[in-house]
């Protein structure tokens, strides 16, 4: 018997969730591996404080928001790691991994 592609939630033309109240970890996973990105701890710390502001303030945080969270964390004033982590883009990777909709008015980066 062959193994089901993972069903994901309806996506726009750019592959970020229409509606992102049907994200869930195995949606995250299935965006991850389409990036071709491996998720570590320092990955999903980023995107369950993503996933938290965002249930929290209805809107998705701003980089800094994540890059101090992220140096909170780690003990470190990398503002690096979050590029480290997501090297396309923090829009084109971790709020699509995190099951954001595409930030309007954000470049791509």
């Known amino acids: 018997m062959e193994s089901a592609e993972p069903l994901l939630p309806d996506r726009d033309e750019e592959?970020?969730?229409?509606?992102?109240?049907?994200?869930?970890?195995?949606?995250?996973?299935?965006?991850?591996?389409?990036?071709?990105?491996?998720?570590s701890e320092a990955h999903w710390q980023a995107i369950r404080f993503m996933r938290?502001?965002?249930?929290?303030?209805q809107i998705i945080p701003d980089v800094r928001h994540v890059i101090k969270h992220l140096a909170e964390e780690h003990?470190?004033?990398?503002?690096?790691?979050?590029?480290?982590?997501?090297p396309y883009g923090y829009v084109a990777q971790a709020c699509k991994i995190a099951g954001m909709k595409r930030p309007r008015g954000w470049s791509t980066g």
Do not use: C, M
């Open 15 to 39: 592959g970020y969730l229409i509606d992102p109240a049907l994200w869930n970890e195995t949606v995250a996973l299935t965006l991850a591996q389409e990036a071709e990105l491996t998720l």
């Open 52 to 57: 938290d502001y965002y249930a929290e303030h």
């Open 75 to 86: 003990g470190s004033k990398d503002r690096n790691l979050i590029f480290a982590l997501f």
